[in-house]
């Protein structure tokens, strides 16, 4: 169990991490006056591409992640932003994937967009479930549906974690040349992170709370070891697919962190 003055500032910090996350991603799509391919498949469907859609989406973004960063109107906010990146990812990422994209839904691999979206509202989810000071009696319809999926947010967020375990495993070649050149043993490390990802998102699933606290330091390690250096290294590259890795996986790491505070018992409500 987590120390309380710990776990309350380690609270604090994943809301940060998250809403700095989601704010980058809005952000990013004023940068480049379009949707970010983990909110929107890129070129379609075309009548949702353009400069209005892409900054008003990247406004709410950037609203929600900024109440969720300092904590104020934030269960609210994430719950509609929970549903809102929820319903993306059922008509747009998996359409997409499995009707539009050739033979798409038989790689894995095609699959990393539509579960990192997955996962973001999963973590909005979790955000929502973790305000409990801001649960207020609500007769608005959409809020108290949306309030249903609070417990679906962690199950969300290990079906990301897991995939990408077992992503390790099939493209192991491929993400041996993510593993920084001056740490010995890409392999390895490799097989270790694929094991890492598919026990932290059987162990979240299971609520086991110093699992979840490890997968946040471990997807923190990540975005300061990997995600950083390779977006300074190529900032521009994919219209800045780097960059926006990079508040991704600062966004996991406070999801993680998060969990790992709410989850001081198994009857816990995320």
Request: aromatic share 14%.
């Amino acid at each position: 169990m987590l120390k309380p003055g710990f776990n309350e500032n380690l609270l604090k910090a994943g809301h940060l991490f998250y809403g700095l996350g989601i704010a980058a991603l809005g952000i990013m799509q004023f940068i480049y006056s379009d949707f970010r391919p983990v909110i929107l498949p890129p070129a379609w469907p075309s009548w949702m591409h353009g400069n209005i859609q892409a900054y008003i989406a990247g406004a709410a973004l950037v609203i929600a992640g900024i109440f969720i960063a300092i904590e104020k109107n934030a269960r609210t906010s994430s719950l509609y932003l929970g549903g809102s990146l929820f319903v993306f990812f059922l008509v747009f990422q998996v359409s997409f994937t499995l009707f539009i994209q050739p033979n798409s839904a038989r790689h894995l691999g095609l699959w990393t967009d539509p579960l990192k979206e997955l996962a973001l509202s999963g973590g909005a989810f979790v955000m929502a479930g973790s305000f409990v000071n801001q649960q207020q009696g609500n007769t608005n319809s959409v809020i108290i549906l949306l309030e249903k999926l609070i417990p679906a947010g962690r199950i969300f967020f290990s079906i990301m974690l897991i995939a990408f375990g077992i992503d390790h495993f099939y493209y192991t070649q491929f993400v041996t040349t993510l593993v920084p050149s001056w740490i010995p043993g890409p392999v390895f490390w490799t097989y270790f992170g694929a094991i890492a990802l598919i026990g932290s998102g059987i162990g979240i699933i299971l609520k086991i709370q110093l699992i979840a606290f490890l997968s946040g330091i471990m997807l923190f390690l990540w975005f300061i070891v990997l995600h950083i250096p390779r977006a300074v290294a190529d900032p521009y590259m994919n219209k800045g697919n780097e960059i926006t890795s990079v508040f991704q996986a600062l966004a996991f790491s406070g999801i993680s962190f998060v969990i790992a505070c709410m989850h001081k018992n198994k009857s816990s409500r995320i």
